[in-house]
């Protein structure tokens, strides 16, 4: 477990309301960080989960929005650092499977034009929108910016085509933003093998799958990746446009 001394520090981590988002507000805040915490509006476990960290003592703000489209993202960074006033920390997290159970490879029609439209503004283009709309604060305060990416960037076994080739882009677009605001900002990712969260899309027995599939023998925890984003974003000052791949060893 990271601790590291984050007192008057500012960050914004979205998809907050659970998994790996919830782990790295969490830690941030416990960190001493003041967190404004986005979800979609319609996630009532927000609101819940804002109210709870509160009531343990945290600095937690709520900041809900859809980070998927530019306009609402223009609205969460502003309303975010209006309340935090200025931004350290920007942790783009938010992602969507859009499905219950992975689509075959081959099930073309299963990728219909909306899916794929979906997968690319919830897992690709809403870290461009928030990384474009937060650029002024993070260049004032030389902060730094993390995405969580996922290894189906790098393998053909994730919950779609389309989802895997929205966090494939998201890999390329880490490096490119953290060309474009080199030398303040510093821009990385993580890429997650499977996660133990709520995440919508089932791959089948959990324990199966660490047992004959994960070197490591088990599937990793939310706040195990919420301390390599919190490392990435706070401790690594001569790292940028890096992904770091935290799978158990699935790749092996
Ligand atoms: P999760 O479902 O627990 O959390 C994702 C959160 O993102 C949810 O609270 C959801 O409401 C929120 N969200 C979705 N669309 C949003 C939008 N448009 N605007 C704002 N919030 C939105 O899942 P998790 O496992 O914690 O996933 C976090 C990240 O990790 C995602 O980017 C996901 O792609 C990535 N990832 C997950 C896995 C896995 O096995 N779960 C593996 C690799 C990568």
Redesign the pocket.
């Known amino acids: 477990m990271i601790n590291f001394d984050l007192r008057n520090k500012k960050a914004l981590v ?2 907050a ?5 919830l782990a790295t507000a969490t830690r941030l805040a416990r960190c001493g960080a003041v967190v404004a915490m ?3 509006d319609t ?1 009532d ?1 927000l609101t819940a989960e804002v109210a709870r960290l509160r009531g343990e003592g945290l600095k937690v703000y709520s900041a809900p929005g ?3 489209q530019s306009d609402s993202t223009a609205h969460v960074v502003s309303h975010a650092v209006n309340l935090l006033s200025g931004l350290d920390y920007l942790i783009n ?4 499977p859009g499905t219950k159970s992975p689509i075959p490879l081959d099930d073309f029609d299963a990728l219909t034009p909306a899916f794929w439209q979906k997968m690319l503004d ?2 690709l283009l ?1 870290a461009f929108w928030m990384t474009k709309a937060a650029r002024g604060a993070l260049m004032e305060s030389r902060g730094s910016v993390v995405n ?1 990416v ?3 960037a790098y393998t053909c076994d994730g919950s779609s085509t389309a989802y895997a080739c929205a ?1 494939a882009g998201l890999v390329h677009l880490t490096r490119h933003l953290a060309k474009a605001m080199a030398p303040l900002v510093r821009v990385n990712g993580i890429a ?4 133990n ?4 899309c089932s791959f089948g027995d959990q324990e199966e799958y660490a047992r004959t599939a994960v070197p490591l023998r088990r599937i990793g925890q ?1 706040e195990e990746y919420a301390d390599l984003i919190v490392f990435l974003a706070t401790a690594a000052p001569y790292v940028t446009g890096e992904i770091v791949v935290a799978d158990g060893g699935v790749q092996l």
């Open positions: 979205t998809g309301a659970s998994g790996i988002g986005n979800d979609l996630n476990k859809d980070v998927s997290n938010a992602g969507t919830v897992n809403s969580t996922s290894i189906s966090k997650p093998g499977m996660v969260s709520p995440w919508e939310p």
